[in-house]
């Protein structure tokens, strides 16, 4: 098994016109940029966020996504995927992002991240990636990629290795929040007594709760 290591760091290349999305632009266009790469509170230098709504802010200031997942998503797809290309800022390999448990804290360089909660596809990303019925497919394969949060600021590069330095015990994943996000009941019940989860977060998953 692959080691956990960073394979890719990946910036905003440019802003493009975001093609099915309800802004005229987006940022999702993120390439890997050689040498270490400062990343601070708000997530790493030389990245944006356009929708800044929806994206960014110190519960995701960073976006990771496996190079494994990608794999599996070029054979079903039938194209390749580049590192970026779903507009994760670090390309992971040996990690099951889905399997991390939600406060799990990540060594990455000189920079340690927490996991917060899961992507949510959107209309920008199915443009994006010119796919029919992206949306629907991305949720129903359930390997959404996670947020991080910056808990120590530094730098970090393609080729560093990943160490889990905290794994809390309470054991809801980044799968079973995309789950519960996604309108499944039972893991809305779990995650919404999550530790440390951000208050947005928690008030989504009480909205699925009865009342």
Known sequence: MTSPRLLSVNVVHELIPDRAGHLDRTAIDKRPVPGRVQVGGLGLAGDSQYDTKHHGGIEQAVYAYAREDLDRWEETLQRSIAPGQFGENLTTAGVDVTGAVLGERWRVGTVELAVTVPRIPCSTFQ???????????????????????????????????????????????????????TGDRDQAARAVEVPDLSEQARDAVRRLLPS
């Open 127 to 181: 443009g994006w990636m010119g796919e029919p019925r992206w949306v629907k497919r991305f949720t129903q394969r359930g390997t959404p990629g996670a947020y991080l949060r910056v808990t120590v600021e530094g730098e970090l590069a393609a080729g560093d290795d990943i160490e889990v330095a905290h794994r809390p015990d309470h054991g809801v994943t980044v799968g079973d929040m995309f789950r519960a996000l």
